[in-house]
C-alpha cells in the first residue's frame, strides 16, 4: 500500500514569510500527486496537482509545487504568504488504475498578520 | 458552481445504534468515494463506486458499514451498529471518472456516545 508523510504537522508564520511543505510518498510505480487546502469552515479543494511533464506546477493563489522523482518528495511552496492562508493542507498520492487517492495527515497552516 | 450534497451536517449517535449518511454527487460524476476522516488525521477512503458498482471496498469495515448507489446518482452510508471509535468526519467525493479531479462536499461530522 502506499503511505503519505506530512512532516510538519503544524506551522506558524507572519505575513510575507516564505513557505515550504514537506510531502515525502512511498511507491515505486508511476503517481499522480495532489495537494488539497480546508479552509476554516469550507470543503476540501484542489490546490494543484501534477499527472505529468514539468515537475513544477502551479496552482491557485500563488502555490506551486516541485515534483523530484528520485526523492520521492512533492513539496508545496509560497514566496510570501498571506493571513488568508491559514488552513490546512493534505498532500494525496494516487499510484492505482483506480483513481484511489492516500492522503497525509496533513499540515495546519497559521498565518499571523 | 455545482457542488456535492452531503447531510446531515453533524451527528450525534449513541453506541449500538444505526446511522446513515446521504451524499448527492455533482451532476454526471460517473464515480463517488466516501472517505471517512479521524481528528488529526488525513481522509482514508472507505468505498469507491463507479456508477452503481462497487469498485473498492477493501478499507470498508464490512461487519458494520454498508454503502449503496443503486441508481448510480446519490448514494448512502450506513454503520451498524455504531461504535465509539466511529466517531469522524465522513465525507464524499466524487469525480468525472477515475483518476479525475475529485471534488468534496461538506462532510458529516459523526460523534458516538
Known amino acids: 500500500a502506499q503511505s503519505v508523510s506530512q512532516h510538519n504537522h503544524h506551522v506558524i508564520l507572519s505575513e510575507a514569510a516564505s513557505l515550504e511543505l514537506g510531502c515525502n510518498y512511498s511507491y515505486g510505480g508511476t503517481v499522480n500527486l495532489f495537494w488539497y487546502v480546508q479552509y476554516p469552515g469550507q470543503h476540501l479543494q484542489l490546490l494543484l496537482k501534477y499527472f505529468s511533464g514539468d515537475p513544477l506546477v502551479k496552482g491557485i493563489k500563488g502555490f506551486e509545487a516541485e515534483f523530484i522523482k528520485s526523492k520521492f518528495s512533492f513539496n508545496l511552496r509560497k514566496p510570501s504568504v498571506q493571513w488568508s492562508d491559514t488552513a490546512e493542507y493534505f498532500c494525496a498520492v494516487d499510484g492505482s488504475t483506480l483513481g484511489r487517492l492516500y492522503f497525509g495527515r496533513g499540515t495546519q497552516l497559521t498565518v499571523w498578520p | 458552481e455545482a457542488e456535492v450534497a452531503q447531510s446531515p451536517r453533524y451527528k450525534i449517535t449513541e453506541k449500538s445504534q444505526a446511522v446513515a449518511f446521504w451524499c448527492d454527487p455533482i451532476s454526471g460524476h460517473a464515480t463517488l468515494y466516501w472517505y471517512r476522516q479521524i481528528l488529526g488525521q488525513g481522509p482514508e477512503l472507505l468505498v469507491q463506486?463507479?456508477?452503481?458498482?462497487?469498485?473498492?471496498d477493501s478499507q470498508l469495515p464490512k461487519d458494520r458499514f454498508s454503502a449503496e448507489r443503486l441508481k448510480g446518482v446519490d448514494s448512502t452510508l450506513k454503520i451498524q451498529p455504531a461504535e465509539l471509535g466511529d466517531s469522524a468526519m465522513y465525507l464524499c467525493?466524487?469525480?468525472?471518472?477515475?483518476?479525475?479531479?475529485?471534488?468534496f462536499g461538506p462532510g458529516t461530522r459523526l460523534t458516538v456516545l
Open positions: 467525493a466524487s469525480s468525472l471518472g477515475t483518476g479525475a479531479e475529485q471534488f
Open positions: 463506486f463507479q456508477d452503481e458498482s462497487v469498485v473498492d
